[in-house]
């Protein structure tokens, strides 16, 4: 996409990420979950702490945001990535990775990736570092990437 622009969100700007955020996972996640795994899940997003302790970026096309992701602890570990549905399969994800992966200084990168998300993860060059863990209702795979080599231009 031609028009793409990824960056660091500005406080404003969150709320309309983790609305973005809800708005997938209820698509793409939420039919992998329990009841308890997706009102954990609603909760994180609604927990001021957890969003504080987060750095937010956006991916903007058109001047509309069409994907976020939010790195915590150090910018070391993926705590929420997604793109809208209409605009997956377009470099959004892999250029809003590449944004985190600049900040990244530790040369390595984890996520706990959900089931749907695990072969994107995979494609990424992400590898499971152990089998699927359910935790508070919620699946997850936990995975890292080793950065050397991985940042894009």
Known sequence: MSDLICKELCA???PSALSLAWEVFQVFDAPDYSEKGIEEFHRCLKDSAFCSSCRFFGAYSQ???VGMIATCQNNTH????FVKQQFQRRGIGCCLLNEVLQRNTTGSMTVNSSPM???I???YGFFDT?????Q???????????IV???KG
């Open 117 to 119: 998300a695990v072969p």
């Open 149 to 151: 080599n991985k940042k």
């Open 78 to 81: 993926i705590a929420l990535f």
């Open 12 to 14: 404003d700007e969150i």
């Open 136 to 146: 508070n209702g919620i699946r997850y795979t936990p995975m890292r990437l080793d």
């Open 121 to 123: 993860y995979h494609k």
């Open 63 to 65: 001047g509309n945001l």
């Open 130 to 134: 152990a089998p699927e863990q359910l």
